[in-house]
T-cell receptor, first 112, second 112 residues
Framework: DGGITQSPKYLFRKEGQNVTLSCEQN?????MYWYRQDPGQGLRLIYY???????QKGDIAEGYSVSREKKESFPLTVTSAQKNPTAFYLC???????????FGQGTRLTVV | GDSVTQMEGPVTLSEEAFLTINCTYT??????LFWYVQYPGEGLQLLLK?????DKGSNKGFEATYRKETTSFHLEKGSVQVSDSAVYFC???????????FGQGTRLTINP
């Protein structure tokens, strides 16, 4: 089955710890994205990558980091510098950066 | 810049009622338009899309027409079901731009 897999579905971390969210796709898509969703709000872009070994900051990149060493993988690290990390994180991919995006099931991160 | 404005929710309807969720946009270039649906605790699923003016996207009984003259992409369904209860997001992507721009989402609840 082709798709986007995010893991874990729920993640709890203590304040001050870095945490890495996984995103894997087997759709052979070039472009991948990370969005953040807060209650009652739309989606805000954190980082995106058009091709392997290249990525750009989105609208709210501060306190986050990414890597794109393989086409199918785009992990997101939430660092201790992110002031308010508790949120629902969504990974997406698209064939190119000009086509519609397909989303994973999301990871709900809670920092206590 | 590019932006999407959706009608504020929440919207509550009875089963078999007619649904309209309004969406208007502002775009710096020529956009493709999308409707996504999010069921509780899940990621976003593409519901329908339209890539040029006067195109009508349709899926699962939902429809939306790309109206360039009114910069709108309203979502409609003739007879809603309880299973349509979800949050609906309108989104756009301008040709050549790297990201999807989302509205804030409209929560729809259908009562039996």
């Amino acid at each position: 089955d082709g798709g986007i897999t995010q893991s874990p579905k729920y993640l709890f971390r203590k304040e001050g710890q870095n945490v890495t969210l996984s995103c894997e796709q087997n759709l052979n898509h070039d472009a991948m994205y990370w969005y953040r969703q807060d209650p009652g709000q739309g989606l805000r872009l954190i980082y995106y990558s058009q091709i392997v070994n290249d990525f750009q900051k989105g609208d709210i990149a501060e306190g986050y980091s990414v890597s794109r060493e393989k086409k199918e993988s785009f992990p997101l690290t939430v660092t201790s510098a992110q002031k308010n990390p508790t949120a629902f994180y969504l990974c997406a991919s698209s064939i190119t950066s000009n086509t519609e995006a397909f989303f994973g099931q999301g990871t709900r991160l809670t920092v206590v | 810049g590019d932006s999407v404005t959706q009608m504020e929710g929440p919207v509550t309807l009875s089963e078999e009622a007619f649904l309209t969720i309004n969406c208007t946009y502002t775009a710096t270039g020529y956009p493709s338009l999308f409707w996504y649906v999010q069921y509780p605790g899940e990621g976003l699923q593409l519901l329908l899309k339209a890539t040029k003016a006067d195109d009508k996207g349709s899926n699962k009984g939902f429809e939306a027409t790309y109206r360039k003259e009114t910069t709108s992409f309203h979502l409609e369904k003739g007879s809603v079901q309880v299973s349509d209860s979800a949050v609906y997001f309108c989104a756009l992507r301008v040709q050549g731009a790297q990201k999807l721009v989302f509205g804030q989402g409209t929560r729809l609840t259908i009562n039996p």
